[in-house]
């Protein structure tokens, strides 16, 4: 006979029941066991000691920077256009050569100038003439008037065709004047010395005066400029940095760590930009070794002052978290984490200004491993290269940390 239903029923309540018994004992289990493997010292991978690196806290000069990327600008750049119309006859320059200031670059047709002149200066010639003729006429009729000769009508007259032709001849001059100055445009020259570029038209195009393209590109290279800016918060140390002696410039390269060339800053934006927040510098480089090239981004540092006694760790070894900046010390084969405050920065290397006291060992490498109280291993290589599974572990009830050991390669 099968069994009744409230049977089986009865017997499916029991096996759940004894389901969540031991579902609720296995979770008592953990949670008694947490806070005692939370209490236990941290350790790296597998229970061992993690293997650091460490420096010392050092005391001396820092130089306070500010870091930028700018862009190198020539002092000068030309475009080249031609003032006059007529055919290109000649390109006088090699493209990426440096010519001097005057150097002769293009030459337009001169021919139809040529002419012009000409016309001017026969016309000024025959005008010449007729003052000549003129002013002769007029001293004739002076003393003619004066022995009441002529009538005074006719001296007047005299005197303004005299006026007339004077005139005249100024307006030739300045016609001839003209003349010349536009045959001269026909011969183009570098107006500043530098370095040409690429040529743009060839020998026998047709140009015409301030055409849009440009026939060559001239840019002076030396010295050069680099254009950076720096935030506004920086504005007040820059400004206090000031003085006599001006401020040194290095630009560098992508690496961050070739010096390119040195300069000073010669001058900054007279107001900051609202919508990036920060103010244009102008720095200027000799550049005669043409290691700044025109466009070029560089990384730059800026040099406000030197603090001359000055605690310092490598930059690396700070860590930044919720709380604050801080640095893992070590002491007696154990790390404490340490709050500490930070002032300028020089490359690798960053001002200490509390937290910290010199000749204290700071962790450098190994960090990533590590928890306040931690045992460690010393080692002067670097961390990864240290067969951890050699190292003895330790457990909370074990003697204090072993003073002083460190592992070697």
Partial sequence: ???????????????????????????????????????????????????????????????????????VTPLNTVQVRSRVAGELVRLAFEE??????????????????????????????????QLQNAEQDLALYEELFKDDAIARQTLTEQRALVAQLRAAAQTNQAQ???????????????????????????PGNLVGANDSTALVTLTQTRPINVLFTVPETQLQALRDALGAQPLVVEAVARNDQTVLARGTLTT???QIDTATGTLKLKAEFSNDDDALFPNQF???RLFLRTLDDTLTIPSDA??????????????????????????????????????????????????DRLRDGAPVVVTDGAPEAVNVDAVPTETSEDAPARSGRRARQ
Avoid at 176 to 202: E, F, K, M, N, Y
Avoid at 327 to 332: A, N, T
Avoid at 338 to 367: H, K, M
């Fill in 1 to 71: 006979m099968s069994q009744p239903a409230s049977a089986r029923l009865s017997r499916a309540a029991l096996v759940w029941g004894l389901v969540f018994v031991l579902l609720v004992g296995a979770i008592l289990w953990v949670l008694m066991r947490t806070p005692k493997a939370a209490t236990a010292p941290s350790r790296g991978l597998f229970g061992q000691p993690a293997v650091v690196r460490v420096v010392p806290v050092e005391r001396g000069p820092l130089s306070v920077q500010v870091k930028a990327i700018g862009t």
């Fill in 96 to 129: 990426g050569a440096e010519v001097a200031a005057g150097d002769l670059l293009a030459e337009i047709d001169p021919r139809p100038y040529q002419v012009q002149l000409a016309q001017a200066e026969g016309q000024a010639r025959q005008n010449q003439a």
């Fill in 176 to 202: 001839i004047d003209d003349a010349r100055l536009q045959l001269s445009w026909t011969r183009i020259t570098a107006p500043v010395a530098g370095r040409v570029g690429l040529r743009a038209l060839d």
């Fill in 268 to 270: 900054f934006d007279n």
């Fill in 298 to 300: 560089v990384n730059v």
């Fill in 318 to 367: 700070v860590q930044y978290g919720s709380r604050g900046t801080y640095v893992y010390v070590e002491h007696d084969g154990k790390v404490a984490l340490r709050f500490i405050g930070l002032g300028p920065v020089d490359g690798e290397r960053v001002a200490v200004l509390s937290g910290l006291e010199e000749g204290e060992q700071v962790v450098l490498e190994g960090i």
